[in-house]
């Protein structure tokens, strides 16, 4: 369905001293325990919950005109697959033979 909305998301934990001040690596590095933190709901959105949505606000296309959508299908994107297939031929025309410089 369009509009779509996709986009990767990590979730990594802090380790620090066991004070909880930041240090490098040592064994006894303990997971950082914030103040605060925003929780996950894992059960849904229900009426009056605040819901923040991360974006992607250098990749938007939501306001382009008809005219710029018709040019990006009939002219931008078709020279830019062509350029992109180029330029992998070009990579796999130079690294033939050489596996370690291959793009697997």
Not at 2 to 9: E, M, Q, Y
Not at 18 to 34: T, W
Request: proline fraction near 8%.
């Amino acid at each position: 369905m369009w509009p779509r909305h996709t986009g990767d998301f990590g979730f990594y934990r802090a380790y620090v001293a066991p004070d909880g001040s930041s240090r490098p690596y040592a064994r006894d590095n303990v997971p950082y325990r914030p103040k605060s933190w925003l929780p996950i709901a894992c059960e849904g959105v229900k009426e009056g919950h605040l819901v923040m949505v991360a974006g992607f606000p250098g990749a938007t296309h939501q306001f382009l005109t008809a005219d710029e959508v018709r040019f990006n299908f009939a002219q931008f994107e078709p020279r830019l697959q062509r350029s992109l297939s180029d330029y992998a031929a070009q990579i796999n025309q130079a690294t033939a033979g050489n596996r370690e410089a291959q793009i697997h």
